[in-house]
């Protein structure tokens, strides 16, 4: 065996397996970099998860529509910063480095209503499955969903 490689009974991992490099494409799939909507063969193309990273800016104008996931369950994480949001009914939520959320299917959310502080965080949703997650005004005006 090689100082570049290793062994086991039931798998062989050599130098020129060890990982992926890549970068977070921009805003046309929002940061998402995991998933089974990735275009070409790759470690990144899932159809168990999908991962996006995701980062606001305190006081940018955000135009974040309520939502929700039709079979998918998301996990949102924060990593730095604070935003206030609304889930369902409990308006004023406010989530801050260290804390996370559990979304699941049809819950109607908007975590971003407000980037208290300059915010970033993860979110990872189960199953991949594009075009999942709704978003449209009728949302918005049938739950009176502001603020």
């Not at 494409?25 to 790759?42: A, C, E, R, T, Y």
């Not at 996931?69 to 260290?98: A, H, P, S």
Request: glycine content about 8%; aromatic content about 12%; some cysteine.
């Amino acid at each position: 065996m090689t100082e570049n490689s290793f062994d086991t009974e039931n798998y062989k991992i050599t130098q020129d397996t060890w990982g992926e490099i890549g970068k977070i494409k921009g805003p046309q799939n929002f940061f998402w970099f995991i998933g089974s909507f990735i275009d070409s063969p790759s470690l990144a193309k899932r159809d168990d998860f999908e991962v996006k990273y995701w980062e606001f800016k305190k006081g940018e104008e955000y135009k974040h529509k309520p939502k929700f996931q039709v079979l998918c369950t998301e996990y949102n994480f924060i990593i730095e910063g604070k935003i206030m949001g609304r889930i369902g009914d409990k308006k004023g939520i406010v989530l801050e480095k260290g804390d996370y959320i559990v979304i699941r299917p049809g819950e109607i959310v908007n975590l971003q209503q407000v980037i208290i502080e300059d915010v970033k965080g993860i979110t990872i949703k189960t199953p991949s499955r594009h075009g999942d997650t709704i978003k449209n005004e009728t949302i918005e005006k049938l739950l009176n969903f502001e603020k």
